[in-house]
């Protein structure tokens, strides 16, 4: 039992400090490497919990909520005057964020494990597609986020 919680703490703190590294690197968000993670690990170690993807989404997207709401109520002075709707936005994307959670409630495991490499692969397109867009002198001048 000891050994069994001594490697769950290691392997959580490594997984968290390589995600944080290759988040900051690359620019992406953590939710990227932590929900795949978070599911092996508790298929792994909580084989009882019925819906582990559900679980994995619904933590990572807790943790994220956390760190991005302090992030920008710290920030809010500056950010505001860049964009003015910002408010706005923060309040859709916790909606946004509820909702998905009750929808991943609902939703059945083997669905999940489909849907999330899709999306991670639909978020990888977008990004190369904005990066080119943003590059072709055809789209100068157009601002691209």
């Keep these: 039992m000891v050994f069994e919680t001594t490697l769950w703490l290691s392997l959580l703190l490594t997984v968290c400090a390589l995600c944080g590294i290759v988040s ?3 620019g992406i968000g953590g939710g990227f490497f932590v929900v795949p993670v978070l599911n092996f690990m508790f ?3 909580y084989d009882s919990i ?3 993807m559900a679980v994995a989404t ?3 997207l807790c943790n994220i909520c956390i760190v991005n709401g302090i992030s920008s109520y710290r920030r ?3 950010l505001s005057k860049l964009r003015p709707d910002l408010p706005w936005i923060m309040v859709s994307s916790l909606v ?3 909702i998905g959670s009750f929808v991943a409630k609902m939703a059945s495991d083997e ?3 489909i849907l999330f490499p899709c999306f991670l692969l639909f978020v990888i397109i977008l990004r190369i597609l904005s990066r080119v867009m943003a590059s072709n002198s055809l789209f100068q001048g157009m601002v691209f986020q």
Excluded: D, E
Aim: hydrophobic share 45%; proline share 10%.
């Design 58 to 60: 619904t933590t990572s």
């Design 111 to 113: 669905f999940l494990h």
């Design 50 to 52: 019925p819906n582990t």
């Design 96 to 98: 946004a964020g509820v």
């Design 43 to 45: 298929m792994y170690f």
């Design 24 to 26: 900051g690197v690359f």
């Design 76 to 78: 809010m002075p500056t």
